[in-house]
């Protein structure tokens, strides 16, 4: 099992750009959550997905939008992009109780 | 989901017990106090939990006080390898949700 995966695990992109971070699960869990990490700070959370279909706003969700269109995976999109977005971002994944699974971050820097 | 409070940063000499405090005086009868820990710019892993009873795995035990209001993780034989940052998060178990991280506790162990 490959657990939590995250693509791209590294990424540069200017003013305005867009892009999309995927993360995918093959551990068949219903929770899935989007969180940035910025230096020397904790998690915050942005975004997540209590089961396929459904997306909720965390504490951060502005300038992000997300999507949960297939049960194992749950994109985030950036679709302008600003410098204030350059962070570390973790996707976790949960079945509901129990342990959250993380996946090894998405490192993004907007010029 | 209730929030939690530690202290910023501590120390610990390698081969004594480190004992990592924090409060959560605002928990739900429902809610699970959860230990976290990231290493580096790993992500996050978790370590252990509990709702009332005290709780030991191979890694840590944690003591939470009567009232619930307050827990420490112990890790009874601190090495160089267990500096991190350590988060305490509490959480239903059953059905994920928001799950929201503090700035955690950032571990020194020293030699």
């Known amino acids: 099992n490959a657990g939590v995966t995250q693509t791209p695990k590294f990424r540069v992109l200017k003013t305005g750009q867009s892009m999309t971070l995927l993360c995918a699960q093959d551990?068949?869990?219903?929770?899935m959550y989007w969180y940035r990490q910025d230096p020397g700070m904790g998690l915050r959370l942005i975004h997540y997905?209590?089961?396929?279909?459904?997306?909720a706003k965390g504490e951060v969700p502005d300038g992000y939008n997300v999507s949960r269109l297939k049960k194992q995976n749950f994109l985030l999109g950036l679709e302008s992009a600003a410098p204030s977005q350059t962070s570390v971002y973790f996707c976790?994944?949960?079945?509901?109780?129990?342990?959250?699974?993380f996946g090894e971050g998405s490192r993004l820097t907007v010029l | 989901d209730a929030k939690t409070t530690q202290p910023t940063s501590m120390d610990c000499a390698e081969g004594r017990a480190a004992n990592l405090p924090c409060n959560h005086s605002?928990?739900?009868?429902?809610?699970?106090v959860y230990w976290y820990r990231q290493i580096h710019s790993q992500g996050p892993q978790y370590i252990i939990h509990?709702?009332?009873n005290n709780e030991t795995n191979e890694m840590a035990s944690l003591i939470i006080t009567e009232d619930r209001k307050s827990s420490t993780l112990i890790l009874p034989h601190a090495t160089l390898r267990d500096t991190a940052v350590y988060y305490c998060?509490?959480?239903?178990?059953?059905?994920?949700?928001?799950?929201?991280f503090g700035a955690g506790t950032r571990l020194f162990v020293k030699a």
């Open positions: 976790a994944s949960t079945a509901g109780g129990g342990e959250l699974f």
């Open positions: 551990m068949n869990h219903e929770y």
């Open positions: 997905s209590v089961g396929e279909g459904t997306t």
């Open positions: 605002t928990i739900s009868g429902n809610e699970y």
């Open positions: 509990g709702l009332k």
């Open positions: 998060i509490v959480r239903v178990a059953s059905g994920g949700f928001k799950t929201i």
